[in-house]
């Protein structure tokens, strides 16, 4: 009886662990290097933080002083990886290729600095591809066969760049 209290106690503690790092996967970095020179968060704004619920991901808002009258891009591009397998239905039940595909939805915004230098980066939100989706789209090459989804990895990159710079101020990633 002790040994199973031991093991669901292991499996309970490795269930938590995993659970951790998953769910701190995603990654914030800001480099006002890449930004106009003053360039910093108005006070009480933040960097971005992104929530993902189903296909669907939301990053908050947020508001940068100091970048005189340079404007703004900011995208949010949800990447869905969908794997599975082509079946042949016959006695068998076969399988006969694999497959994976990725579909990205990309959601971008235009952001215009006000008189004051300031930018205000509204709330970012795009969906990506469900299983349902793409299997009412994706059909296997022979016509008798059946796909399965095995699997559907979602990940994301919030960017926010500034005009003339080559490379992002803000970039999540999760």
């Known amino acids: 009886m ?22 701190g996967t995603a990654s914030a970095v800001t480099n006002f290097a890449n930004a ?5 968060y108005a ?9 993902v619920s189903g296909t669907t991901v939301t990053c908050t808002g947020t508001a940068i002083e100091g970048v005189g009258n340079t404007n703004a891009t900011v995208e949010l591009a949800v990447t869905s990886t969908i794997s599975g397998q082509c079946r ?3 006695s068998k039940s076969k399988v006969v290729e694999p497959f994976s595909r990725s579909i990205t939805s990309t959601t971008t915004s235009e952001l215009t600095s006000t008189r004051n230098g300031r930018l205000i980066v509204p709330a970012q939100t795009t969906t990506g591809t469900s299983t349902e989706e793409f299997l009412a789209t994706f059909t296997c090459p022979n016509p008798n066969w059946t796909p399965e989804v095995t ?13 003339g710079f080559d490379e992002p101020a803000i970039r999540v990633t999760g």
């Not at 002790?2 to 769910?23: S, Y």
């Not at 106009?36 to 910093?40: I, K, N, R, T, V």
């Open 2 to 23: 002790n040994r199973t209290k031991t093991r669901l106690a292991v499996l309970g503690i490795l269930t938590m662990l995993m659970t951790a790092l998953w769910a």
């Open 88 to 90: 042949n239905p016959g």
């Open 36 to 40: 106009p020179q003053g360039a910093h």
């Open 43 to 51: 006070r009480g704004a933040a960097e971005p933080v992104c929530t």
């Open 151 to 163: 699997s559907n990895v979602l990940s994301y990159e919030y960017t926010l760049t500034f005009a």
